[in-house]
C-alpha cells in the first residue's frame, strides 16, 4: 500500500473506531480511488473495518485491482452477500453522498 493510502485508511479506521458503527463500506467512485488507488472505482467498493480493508470488484478487474491495489482483494458480483458474511449489518456504516439537483 502506498504509503497516502495507507494513511487515508489509518484515517478512516480512526474515525470508524470513534464510531459505532464495526464498519463502513465506501460505494462512491470518488472515495473508492481516494481510499484503494484503484483507478476504475465504478465497478467497486471498499468495505473497512477496524483492522481490515477489502476492495471488492467483479472478474473483470482482478489484474488491474492486483495491481493498483494493496487492499486485500475479494472478486465477486454478490457484494451484498459478501457483506452480511463479513459484517453486522446491524452496525454497518455507509457512506454518505450528495446527490445532484
Known amino acids: 500500500m502506498t504509503d497516502i493510502h495507507a494513511h487515508r485508511l ?17 460505494t462512491t467512485p470518488a472515495n473508492v ?19 481490515a480493508a477489502l476492495l471488492v470488484t467483479d472478474g473483470r478487474y482482478i489484474a488491474q485491482a492486483e495491481q493498483e491495489s494493496q487492499l486485500e482483494t475479494v472478486i465477486t458480483r454478490d457484494w451484498i452477500n459478501l457483506l452480511q458474511e463479513r459484517t453486522d449489518p446491524a452496525t454497518l456504516g455507509i457512506e454518505a453522498f450528495e446527490c445532484g439537483t
Open 33 to 51: 480511488r481516494w481510499l484503494s488507488g484503484f483507478t476504475t472505482p465504478e465497478d467497486a467498493r471498499v468495505l473497512v473495518t477496524k483492522d
Open 10 to 26: 489509518a484515517r478512516v479506521q480512526a474515525a470508524l473506531a470513534a464510531s459505532d458503527a464495526s464498519s463502513l463500506l465506501v
